[in-house]
């Protein structure tokens, strides 16, 4: 059974900072990409950042320059550090994962729970 668990949301004012990471846990053979998704109040989810296994990021218009994507392979886990954050921001952030949990199974797309980041004055 493979979980995501989000960690590192809360509330920032406008132009602070926060870091999320994302743990990645159960069996797993291979997870291709990582990154994560967001959802604000009443709207549908977005993607936001992806990154691959070799480290290539990238990155929804809104959130370039200001937002960094990074994984580390080897403790299955993913971070977004957020920089300059604006109100738009606001939002629940949602770890993602397009993996395999065995060599002869799918891959598939796994979602967390989700972590609540509020930028507001």
């Known amino acids: 059974q493979v979980q995501l668990v989000e960690s590192g949301g809360g509330l920032v004012q406008p132009g602070g900072s926060l870091n999320l990471s994302c743990a990645v846990s159960g069996n797993i053979f291979r997870i291709n990409v990582m990154g994560w998704y967001r959802q604000p109040p009443g709207n549908q989810r977005e993607l936001v950042a992806t990154?691959?296994?070799?480290?290539?990021?990238g990155y929804v218009d809104s959130v370039k320059g200001r937002f960094t994507v990074s994984r580390d392979n080897a403790k299955n886990m993913v971070f977004l550090q957020m920089d300059s954050l604006k109100p738009e921001d606001t939002a629940v952030y949602y770890c993602?994962?397009?993996?395999?949990?065995?060599?002869?199974?799918?891959?598939?797309?796994?979602w967390g729970q989700g972590t609540q980041v509020i930028v507001s004055s």
């Open positions: 993602y994962a397009f993996l395999k949990e065995k060599s002869y199974g799918p891959t598939t797309d796994n």
């Open positions: 990154v691959t296994t070799d480290g290539m990021a």
